[in-house]
């Protein structure tokens, strides 16, 4: 990958500021530009390194990267509750944008999808039920989202041995992070004030995009994924 290490160098150094910037408010205002950035310089980045990639895939992620830029710059209207749930929106298209890439990649394997299915169902329920009393007419939508948001790491964990295990890693470990981060926003917002969420919140976040991107990146766009799922089978 192209300009690897002085990216990651500058995407930290401007995912540091944001977190800074989160946390003293009198440089809040800073946020505008740093908190769009950090995908932003995403975009940039993959936008370099991806030509070799059909550009409808291109498209794809370059795009969830648009709408999570969307979303992280109406959520900086942190007043304001259409602002979250129009900001979750713009999230939720992106987490679609990145399954319909992603999803290809899948094998759906029994012995894999059915402790999954278990464990995120376990997952669901607690959520729903430290939530429920905050949730009072927003029930459903949190529901969906919630469903959308583990079907997203369900597709990342069904990657293995579909493509390499750099890939694999990276995008699973991204999209975990990612997991977690809405569970917190979750949690801060309709069950109680959580601690330091303000700091665990972007570090996760941007840790997360991060390593989806460079796990995207990490296929090697002259792999044959359905003749590989046979060579794994062996």
Known sequence: MRFLKVF?????????????????????????????????????????????????????????????????????????????????????????????????QTRYDIDRLIPYLAVSLLISLSMIYLMYDGLNNLLIPVMIYLVTILNFLKIAFLRYKNVNIKSYRLVFVGILCFTLVQMIIGLNEFYKTLPYTDVYIMLFYGSSQLLIILGILAINPKENVRKQEDAFLM
Do not use: W
Not at 18 to 45: M, S
Not at 63 to 70: D, E, I, K, M
Not at 82 to 97: C, E, K, N, P, R
């Open 8 to 104: 990651i160098a500058i995407f930290l150094l401007n995912l540091s500021l944001d977190i800074y910037f989160n946390n003293a408010k009198e440089f809040y205002q800073y946020r505008v530009v740093t908190k769009p950035l950090i995908t932003l310089l995403l975009v940039f980045f993959f936008y370099i390194n991806s030509h070799a990639m059909l550009f409808r895939n291109r498209l794809i992620i370059i795009g969830a990267l648009l709408f999570l830029c969307a979303g992280d710059v109406l959520l900086l209207q942190d007043t304001s509750f259409y602002s979250l749930i129009g900001g979750l929106t713009l999230f939720l298209i992106a987490v679609l944008l990145y399954s319909l890439y992603l999803y290809k």
